[in-house]
């Protein structure tokens, strides 16, 4: 077990490395990073006095280790457009985000997994196909017209939810929910075929041989085995709503890292790209670690492996 | 083969089965008798191990069951709710399969497996029933028991396995043992040491063992009583030393020819097939499924045939008994 995590932790930060010099070759890809702070009327002297004090003129090797070595210090240094510390930026906006995914993550795995469940015990039954018909109404639903349609029922008619903002918890329950919809489909889907696949199995035979009750084999043996395919799809799908939440974080005036990302972009607002871009990976990789290890808490052939 | 209490433990009759409209089952009927090796008999694809599941009440969804009756120690097992059944199962009787490999849990320990068992029919602490565990383990000739409780089955050998499902079959003292063709994935010295145990354990623990096998050594070995089976039906049934000494079904003839007799089949000598293969059994089929591999086959065999017994010995044929004269199978 020691070992499988040392493994998959080495792997894990040659990754992040691997990252971290995109998202620092990329931004430099963008143009004359000097010429597009400065703005199209500057004159020739003060892009070449921002070019030296942003550290513009050096190698970009120099200018990589420079900010690699201060990244991994914590320090992403200044952003353009906010006149503000990079740092303090995320450190405010990713709670908002953390907890938008989380509350989507939570809502879906309530949905998903028990509907999952059900679909592949009544396999080729109605409510199969009534559950794979939601899955796919699910998916095919665009989640800021679903955000909107929400607002309008059960924030404005039926007043049960605030419409916008992070005040209270109420706040993320609208935009969790619409952001759970991303989540349902895949979740769904990968219950439903690792049940089925697990409990026509052997195994699933002999608990039957054994006349353990019913919802010992469906739960302790069956689901058991069928969750790996799920953990891993669920961390890629948290670290999808993460990351994806730009268009829910607009339309629920919620902001987070999604809304940053979008602004700095757009802005070409360059320090706070690299910045996000990098923090979008190592959630990534935090969360692809964390399904590993749960993986091989769940499957003992994989901790020997 | 000392003379065994003659108490059925397990009566069928008329068993059918069948899955979305074919026929795998077509009315057998089968006796097992308290503390009696009972074998199942016959080419893959007869109805043997769906008999033994469907005994079971472990038909997958789409099997269909029916019998004129189906009981356990006199119990009506076609009557029984699925949760009643479950109560006797892994409790009362018990069965093992043939994929050793796949049949445990790789999620959890050789011993969680073997306690959950224990404690969903007897209750009591998990530290009893993993004592309990290591008993049986060490009964079934497993070496270091304690050591294997804590593994799991991808760690042990598939003959290793198999031992872990006969212990575990063993937990709460069945009375009936399913076994369906348990040696069958296994090694030739792995085959014969689980035989070997088998053996040992159905006679010191009295238990009446089902043994679901295509081999006929193995049935000369452990039987005390035959069933033939052939396309869904039992075609002859006796004790063993009648049936190996005066088979009498046409089919049961045929088996016994192929098997070589060191001593008795010289080596140049041709064993005997039987010619055609088993043949699909539609709706409306009547009469006796083996006439067309039949030498003896005539017009009337297209009509229901009668099950004759004389004794103990029963068969579905209308040829007479001794119709061969007794044991002139080796030629």
């Known amino acids: ?305 | 083969m000392s003379a065994a209490p003659r108490a059925a433990l397990l009566e069928v009759r008329n068993l059918r089965i069948s899955f979305g409209g074919l026929a795998a089952v077509r009315g057998a009927d089968l006796t097992v008798y308290r503390g009696e090796t009972h074998c199942l008999v016959g080419e893959s694809g007869c109805g043997k191990s769906v008999t033994a599941l469907a005994v079971m009440g472990l038909l997958a969804r789409n099997g269909r069951r029916k019998a004129d009756r189906l009981a356990f120690d006199g119990q009506d097992l076609l009557r029984l709710s699925e949760s009643r059944l479950s109560k006797l199962r892994g409790d009362r009787m018990a069965m093992i399969f043939q994929e050793p490999m796949t049949s445990l849990n790789p999620a959890y320990t050789v011993g969680s497996q073997m306690a959950e068992v224990y404690r969903r029919h007897r209750g009591g602490t998990r530290a009893e029933a993993l004592d309990r565990a290591e008993d049986l383990l060490a009964k079934c000739r497993v070496t270091s028991p304690r050591l294997r409780l804590g593994q799991y089955p991808h760690q042990l050998s598939g003959g290793l396995r198999q031992r872990v499902m006969i212990a575990m079959a063993l937990m709460c003292d069945p009375e009936l043992l399913v076994a369906d063709e348990p040696t069958t994935a296994l090694d030739v010295t792995v085959q014969a040491q689980i035989l070997r145990l088998l053996m040992d354990l159905q006679r010191d623990l009295g238990l009446a063992l089902m043994l679901i096998t295509h081999d006929l050594g193995v049935v000369a070995r452990m039987a005390h009583r035959v069933s033939v089976m052939y396309a869904g039906e039992v075609v002859e049934s006796a004790p063993a030393a009648e049936l190996f000494g005066n088979p009498t079904h046409p089919y049961t003839r045929g088996l016994l020819a192929c098997v070589p007799v060191p001593g008795k089949v010289r080596r140049d000598q041709p064993l005997g097939s039987i010619p055609g293969v088993v043949p699909r059994i539609g709706h409306g089929f009547a009469g006796c499924a083996f006439r067309d591999r039949c030498g003896q086959a005539r017009a009337e065999c297209a009509r229901t045939v009668p099950w004759r017994t004389s004794g103990e010995h029963g068969y579905r044929c209308i040829l007479p008994p001794g119709w061969a004269g007794p044991a002139s199978l080796a030629a």
Do not use: C
């Open chain 1, 1 to 305: 077990m020691l070992l499988f995590l040392a493994r998959r932790t080495a792997l894990a930060v040659l990754v992040a490395l691997t990252v971290l010099t995109f998202a620092f070759v990329l931004t430099r890809l963008a143009g004359d990073l000097a010429i597009v702070i400065a703005g199209p009327e500057a004159r020739a002297e003060d892009v070449e006095a921002i070019r030296r004090a942003y550290g513009l003129d050096r190698p970009v090797v120099i200018q990589f280790l420079d900010w690699a070595w201060r990244a991994a210090m914590g320090d992403f240094g200044q952003s353009f457009f906010y006149r503000e510390r990079v740092s303090t930026l995320i450190w405010e906006r990713l709670p908002i985000t953390l907890t938008l995914g989380l509350v989507g993550l939570a809502i879906a795995l309530v949905v998903a997994l028990p509907l999952g469940i059900l679909a592949a015990l009544r396999e080729n039954t109605w409510i199969d196909r009534a559950v794979g018909l939601v899955a796919m109404v699910g998916q095919a639903m665009p989640s800021f017209w679903l955000g909107l349609i929400l607002m309008l029922v059960l924030g404005l008619q039926l007043g049960w939810l605030p419409i916008s903002g992070t005040g209270s918890w109420q706040h993320y329950v609208m935009p969790g929910i619409v952001l759970s919809f991303s989540a349902i489909p895949a979740l769904m889907r990968l219950t439903r075929a690792g049940m089925i696949d697990a409990m026509s199995s052997d195994y699933i035979r002999t608990a039957r041989a054994k006349g353990l009750s019913r919802g010992s084999i469906v739960l302790k043996h069956a689901l058991r085995n069928a969750a790996m395919p799920v953990v891993s799809i669920t961390a890629v799908q948290l670290g999808f709503m993460l990351g994806g939440s730009i268009v829910i974080e607009t339309v629920f005036a919620l902001h987070g890292i999604g809304f940053l990302a979008w602004e700095s972009i757009s802005k070409n607002d360059f320090p706070t790209v690299q910045a996000v871009v990098l923090l979008f990976a190592i959630i990534y990789i935090v969360l692809t670690l964390l399904a590993d290890v749960l993986n091989a808490v769940l499957d003992p052939r994989l901790r020997a492996s």
